[in-house]
């Protein structure tokens, strides 16, 4: 059984998928699309930057589910016993276009929407995130308590492995969560370069916005399960899955419990595809014994169809 692994914001990097789309004309078909849905010049965007225009959210979360799609269109035929899918915030709207329950157009348009959101929420109330490594989950989420006050909230954000988590809230809290944990005995703990508190209570004024743009997307049954951010469910249903993806915004990405249910099933395969190896590491984190791989290059799709 295999499990597809889709990467989210952050993975993104000037030159993304231009080898893809130059040696599978599959690949290259999928970013004249996006290119052509966004009215944008997208491909462009992603092969030639500028580096901090290509970051901004509302380009990078559709920069990454096209060089996602992109790969997944030349090795979907190849990938065997697909299971399960699961997505890093962004990249649940990738998995759901590999499951078929949402098309290529209409995600693209609906990450297109949600980064603006974000980056509006953003602007309306200013918050940060941090990462806190080398502590218990438990630990971390009595310092983000600690941290928060009646004006000023901190919560955990991402739970991506044991010992590393992501904090996110309002500015003056998640300063005072980075002392705490520092004092609770982190590794590390430091401020990330975001432009809003993604997975807090600060996101809810972008919730509205994205229901409403969902509402206008057909969303059908994935073929496969997609284990969902929120709870590690594994989603089969449409209904659920738009309850969900909404819901993600202003809820943490409990990525250890998503793989934990994906490992209980008995997935004995996992497949990155996309730009990074985040997903990747990670995995190894929460299952050391877990086989893994990357599919996101011309040179690693190669070696994987010819196998």
């Known amino acids: 059984m295999v499990a597809l692994l889709f990467p989210g914001q952050g993975a993104q990097f000037v030159g993304m998928g231009r080898d893809v789309a130059e040696r599978f004309p599959a690949a290259r078909e999928v970013f004249e699309e996006a290119d052509d849905v966004l009215g944008v010049a997208l491909s462009r ?11 901004a959210t509302h380009n990078a979360q559709p920069a990454i589910l096209t060089h996602s799609i992109a790969v997944h269109r030349v090795v979907a035929a ?3 016993d697909v299971r399960f899918a699961a997505g890093h915030s962004l990249g649940e709207f990738s998995a759901y276009v590999a499951a078929g329950a949402i098309s290529f157009a209409d995600a693209l348009r609906t990450v297109r929407r949600r980064g603006e959101l974000m980056y509006g929420s953003g602007q309306s109330r200013p918050g ?3 990462a806190v490594l080398g502590l218990e989950d438990e630990v971390v989420e009595r310092v983000c308590r600690e941290a928060s006050s009646d004006s000023a909230v901190c919560v955990p954000a991402n739970y ?11 500015v003056a809290a998640v300063d005072r969560a980075i002392e705490l ?16 508190a993604f997975h807090s209570p600060l996101m809810e004024v972008a919730e ?18 997609v284990v969902s951010n929120v709870d590690a469910s594994a989603v089969t249903d449409a209904e659920s899955a738009r309850r969900l993806l909404v819901r993600q915004l202003t809820s943490p990405v409990r990525w250890t419990a998503c793989m934990r249910t994906i490992l209980d099933a008995g997935v004995t395969r996992f497949i990155e595809i996309g730009p990074g190896s985040v997903l990747t590491g990670l995995l190894k984190r929460i299952e050391r014994g877990a086989e893994s791989r990357t599919l996101g290059t011309a040179a690693e799709i190669e070696g994987f169809l010819g196998e």
């Not at 944990?181 to 809003?196: D, Y």
């Not at 969902?214 to 073929?223: I, M, W």
């Open 45 to 55: 965007l992603a092969w030639e930057g500028p580096e901090d225009e290509l970051t």
């Open 78 to 80: 190849e990938l065997g």
């Open 128 to 130: 940060t995130m941090a």
């Open 160 to 170: 991506n492995a044991p010992g590393q988590l992501v904090i996110s809230g309002d």
């Open 181 to 196: 944990a520092k004092e609770a005995g982190a590794r590390r703990a430091i401020r990330l370069n975001v432009s809003g």
């Open 208 to 225: 509205a916005g994205l229901a409403a743009q969902l509402d206008t997307v057909a969303l059908e049954a994935p073929r496969f399960a």
